[in-house]
């Protein structure tokens, strides 16, 4: 089954603590990304991979890293984790580009850091 | 930057017609989208139109443009409870990212 996954679905944490939140995608997919979504604000960009080693920032990096080593995994790193990092994650992979081709999304992982 | 605003809130009574709106900014914006999220799931795209086109239909919904007011919404015809969701606008920002709205929120009442 062609699937965007991401792990853990939940998590909860204490500031400074490291995590990386994995994501994975089946579909030989180019292009992936990771979004945070918080009420009133929508679905925000963090960063994005066209390709593997090729990574750029989004609309809110800052406290954020990434790495694309390999076609199908796409993590997303908070070294230093901090209260306003709580949100709802979602990673997310289209063949080419979200323009052209449709974007599938994981099912989201709630993060809170206490 | 780029701007796309929606409501956030929108209830409708099963079998009536549902109107989702949305206003984006940036005109070079060549690709108009809906998505849709239900409870505790990721997004998942429902229609997209280019921006020389006024109107798409597929099934019960119906997308209409107005590129001259930057102004797009969603017709989801005959609501039915199944489409109680968060439903997203997003506009094309260059080849490589979509500019995502805040979201409306549908309620459908039985």
């Known amino acids: 089954e062609a699937q965007v996954t991401q792990n853990p679905r939940y998590l909860i944490t204490v500031t400074g603590k490291k995590l990386t939140v994995t994501c994975s995608q089946n579909m030989n997919h180019e292009y992936m990304s990771w979004y945070r979504q918080d009420p009133g604000l929508g679905l925000r960009q963090i960063y994005y991979?066209?390709?593997?080693?090729?990574?750029d920032k989004g609309d809110v990096p800052e406290g954020y890293k990434v790495s694309r080593k390999e076609k199908r995994n796409f993590p997303l790193i908070l070294e230093s984790p901090s209260p306003n990092q709580t949100s709802l994650y979602f990673c997310?992979?289209?063949?080419?580009?979200?323009?052209?081709?449709?974007?599938?999304f994981g099912p989201g992982t709630r993060l809170t850091v206490l | 930057g780029e701007d796309v605003e929606q409501s956030l809130f929108l209830s409708v009574r099963e079998g009536d017609s549902s109107v989702i709106n949305c206003t984006y900014t940036?005109?070079?914006?060549?690709?108009l989208y809906w998505y849709k999220q239900e409870p505790g799931a990721g997004l998942q795209l429902l229609t997209y139109i280019f921006s020389n086109m006024d109107m798409k239909q597929d099934q019960r919904l119906t997308v209409l443009l107005n590129k001259k007011d930057k102004h797009l919404s969603l017709r989801i015809a005959d609501t039915q409870t199944g489409d109680s969701a968060i439903y997203f606008c997003a506009a094309s920002r260059g080849a490589n990212n979509l500019f995502f709205g805040t979201g409306t929120r549908l309620t459908v009442i039985p």
């Open positions: 940036d005109s070079s914006s060549t690709y």
């Open positions: 991979s066209m390709n593997v080693e090729v990574t």
């Open positions: 997310a992979s289209t063949l080419k580009g979200p323009r052209e081709d449709e974007q599938f």
